[in-house]
Structure formats: structure tokens, C-alpha cells
């Protein structure tokens, strides 16, 4: 755990801001690059990394300001306007980029499931970096176990000297898996469409997986679902629906 990555005088700047703005920058990296092997400019694929960043960002404090109301408000009494630095939901920040794409793909007249095959390894890769910053800054914490890689994190964490799962390292090992996976996948031939949803249901049975080990919640459905559980789990219905709808077509490989 360690919150802060650079404190000079009155200026702080949290590790999580800095993991979160290198993983945009690998993000973006990475879709550019692939970018010109789609046949797509390079210079407007960027502009929509830049366009899906805010409206990522304005839905997953959305998200959060609706699911963690309490959690809210108690950082907003500390912090104030610096609480709004940290604090984001996954689910909402996909949600809302996904809306900000298909308004930027009708703009620019862009192929939408291409742009998203393009950028369905680039949002695994940022991903990771995004979990490496909760890990940092002791958010999406696991459940107290034994296991010889169990993490315990320091005063005045809430679990502070007691074992737990690192969850967030789960994530950052499994995107990462997700990302290398999808790159080498792309290369073959495939439907237009296939490796977004491919990345929608990997993740999705991903986030289903370590949720059994997420010990953050402040309710557990039957004692062991989570609210992060419905939503994986949508996610994996709705990407294996898409993928049959692909596969039963003829025609149309990218």
C-alpha cells in the first residue's frame, strides 16, 4: 500500500492518478498501433481514446456516487472537491465509454464494432494498470486468508496486519493474460465484432472469479454474490449471446 506517489510541500499525487494515467497511455498506445493495421487513422483513434477517458471517467464516479452513496459523502466531508480523484466504478466507467464510442463512431463515420475489435486489447492492457492503483491504494481489497501470497496491508487500513487475498493483483495478472490473448487472436482471421465480445466475456468470467475472493463489500447476497457478481455475470449472458449472433452468420470476416 502506497497511496501517495509524490508529496512536495502542498502539491499530492496519488499513486492510483498516476497508475490510472499510465494505463490511458499504454491504452492509447496500443490502439494506435493497431490502428494502422486495421486500416483506420491512427490520429482519429486517438481522439477516441481521449473522447471514451472523460466519458469513462464521468461514468464510473456516476456509478459510484449511486452505488457508494455513503462512502461518498463521508470522503466529500474530508476531502471535498480532492475527494472526487478517487472512487470509481468499472462497470459505470464501461458504460459510459461505450456510450461516448458510439456517439464518436456516428460523428466520424467509423465502422463501431471495428473500433472496438481495435480497442478491446487496449482497454485490458490500461485495465491492468487501473488494478496495479487500487492495489497501491488499498481499495477493492480481498478476504483474510492464509496462502502463502496472501498481502497485508498497513495502519490505518481497514484490515491493516491481517492477511488477505490480493485481489487487485488477480485482476492486474488476468487482464494482462486477456490482453496478450486477444493480440494473438487478432491476428487470425475472424467477424467483425469477435474479439470485443471475446474481451467482454473473458473479463466477465475474470471479474466473476475474483469476486468470490473480494472481501470489500458491505453486503454479500446468501452470504458469498456481490453486486459485482450480477454485474459480471450480465456481462458474460450478454457477450456469449453477441458471439452465437456472429457465429451463426456467413460472410463478413474483417
Known amino acids: 500500500m502506497h497511496p501517495i506517489f509524490l508529496h512536495w510541500g502542498h502539491l499530492e499525487i496519488r499513486t492510483y492518478g498516476v497508475m490510472v ?6 491504452g492509447l498506445w496500443l490502439a494506435a498501433r493497431r490502428a494502422r493495421i486495421a486500416g483506420f487513422d491512427p490520429e482519429k483513434i486517438q481522439q477516441l481514446g481521449i473522447w471514451l477517458i472523460m466519458a469513462g471517467m464521468a461514468g464510473g464516479k456516476l456509478f459510484y456516487i449511486l452505488l457508494f452513496w455513503r462512502d461518498f459523502l463521508t470522503g466529500w466531508r474530508v476531502d471535498g472537491w480532492n475527494s472526487l480523484r478517487e472512487g470509481f466504478v468499472f462497470y459505470g466507467g464501461f458504460i459510459g465509454a461505450a456510450v461516448g ?3 464518436y463512431a456516428r460523428l466520424h463515420r467509423l465502422t463501431l464494432w471495428k473500433v472496438a475489435d481495435v480497442y ?39 484490515m491493516a496486519g491481517i492477511p488477505v487475498h490480493p485481489t487487485e493483483l488477480y485482476e492486474v495478472a488476468g487482464n494482462l493474460l486477456i490482453c496478450g490473448a486477444l493480440l494473438a487472436y487478432s491476428r487470425h482471421e475472424r467477424r467483425t465484432g469477435q474479439v470485443w465480445w471475446l474481451y467482454v466475456l473473458s473479463y466477465g468470467v475474470l471479474r466473476f472469479t475474483v469476486e468470490f475472493f473480494r472481501g ?9 454474490f456481490t453486486l459485482g457478481h450480477i454485474e459480471a455475470g450480465t456481462m458474460i449472458v450478454v457477450a456469449a449471446v453477441a458471439l452465437f449472433i456472429l457465429s451463426r452468420r456467413q460472410g463478413h470476416h474483417a
Open 21 to 26: 494515467a499510465l494505463g490511458f497511455a499504454a
Open 216 to 224: 470489500d463489500y458491505p453486503v454479500y447476497y446468501d452470504g458469498i
Open 101 to 103: 464510442a458510439v456517439i
Open 120 to 158: 478491446a486489447p487496449a482497454v485490458a492492457l490500461g485495465h491492468a494498470f487501473g488494478r496495479l492503483g487500487c492495489f497501491f491504494n488499498g481499495c477493492c481489497y480481498g478476504k483474510v486468508c492464509t496462502l502463502p501470497w496472501a498481502v497485508t496491508f498497513p495502519s490505518p487500513h481497514v
